[in-house]
């Protein structure tokens, strides 16, 4: 069965520093995807980006990159330079295999993340 | 501008009540989805639709039902068969293929009088 985990339960950063959120999943699936979130504390959940597990390359999106390491297993999200703004929720997810017959989401527990001035 | 209205914000229910969550989307996606979060935890799926007049159970479907009648829309009740219906719940949308993400709505807050 398909399993996100995420480790750390909450995580201090100084503001202007990076910060690395990890997520290990585990699947039998070849091809899957790979979803980080953020969710402030009004709850609404914000797409962060994304990695295909035949993506050579990490993903990148602004000051959000992902630390794609398939034999591993783990996708880690890295904000650098973090800002007050960033203080949330961050939630990785797992699709289930691409061109499957659902696109549904399996979320880990979540990491709080909180930005110090 | 394009995006997924969930309404109300928050709702209270009484003891043997049925109350109906709305959920809207503009995006002209095909898939929908009902996540609950309960504090501290991540999004579990209750029930989702690929196309109209379809949808399927997620991993929590017991004490919900929906209908998708109308490609925007997806409402979900939350009949009195569910025993523990105070959570946030979540809609969201999406295009059926590749890596796109799922969109999602701000949310509702429902509780127990």
């Known amino acids: 069965a398909q399993k996100i985990t995420q480790t750390q339960p909450g995580m201090f950063v100084q503001e202007k520093e990076a910060v690395t959120l990890d997520c290990t999943y585990d699947t039998s699936d070849q091809s899957y995807g790979l979803f980080w979130y953020k969710q402030p504390s009004s709850g609404e959940m914000i797409f962060l980006i994304y990695?295909?597990?035949?993506?050579?390359q990490n993903a990148t999106e602004g000051r959000y990159s992902l630390n794609f390491q398939k034999a591993r297993k783990s996708a880690n999200l890295v904000i650098s330079a973090s800002q007050l703004g960033d203080s949330a929720m961050y939630f990785c997810?797992?699709?289930?295999?691409?061109?499957?017959?659902?696109?549904?989401?399996?979320f880990g527990t979540g990491t709080l993340l909180a930005v110090q001035p | 501008d394009g995006g997924i209205t969930q309404s109300p914000k928050y709702l209270f229910r009484k003891e043997g009540q049925n109350v109906t969550l709305s959920c809207e989307q503009n995006l002209n996606h095909d898939a929908m989805y009902w996540y609950r979060q309960d504090p501290g935890q991540g999004l579990r799926l209750i029930y989702y639709s690929q196309i109209v007049n379809d949808f399927q159970k997620g991993d929590i479907a017991e004490g919900y039902s929906v209908s998708r009648e109308k490609k925007e829309s997806f409402p979900l009740t939350v009949t009195s068969a569910q025993k523990n219906p105070t959570a946030f719940y979540l809609c969201a949308s999406s295009w059926g293929e590749g890596g796109q993400p799922q969109h999602f709505g701000d949310g509702t807050r429902l509780s127990i009088l």
């Open positions: 990695q295909g597990s035949y993506d050579e």
């Open positions: 997810a797992m699709r289930e295999p691409y061109g499957g017959a659902t696109n549904k989401l399996i």
